[in-house]
């Protein structure tokens, strides 16, 4: 059996994953970076898993995995749905499918809901403002 190739399936929220349409890889991260710190939202982590893979001698497509929140609104969450602390803080994962196909993709707002059985989908917001983002850059 094959692997299964992310890029090949359309985004389905329902399933957990939103993938928005972005630019060349290095130019999306520093765009996303800078909106967060413009949003005082904590980048806790910025992690270049091309240069890990790279590290040990094999190849991957340029991968950026973007670990960032912010406690005062996190930490009440996990206070009272400690189950929510296997999905924060928020991941954003900006990976090339192809040359010239960028995509950043993070667990869908519904999914973390149903996930966690909370009565709102949390993180809508975050959603919102990565897309304002990457829409600006199309």
Known sequence: ???IKLFDMPSDPANGMIDLPALAVDET???IVAVLATKKIRLFARIDQA???????LSLR????LIFGDPAKGTPLMVSNPSLAIDLPIKALVWE???GEVYASLNAPEFLQKRHQLPVAPFS???QLLRSVLGASR
Do not use: F, I, N, Q
């Not at 240069?51 to 001698?57: H, I």
């Not at 340029?62 to 995995?65: A, G, K, M, N, Y």
């Open 1 to 3: 059996m094959g692997a």
């Open 29 to 31: 991260v520093e765009r």
């Open 51 to 57: 240069a890990e893979a790279a590290s040990v001698g």
């Open 62 to 65: 340029p991968t950026v995995l």
């Open 97 to 99: 499918a192809k040359p």
């Open 125 to 127: 917001e975050v959603v």
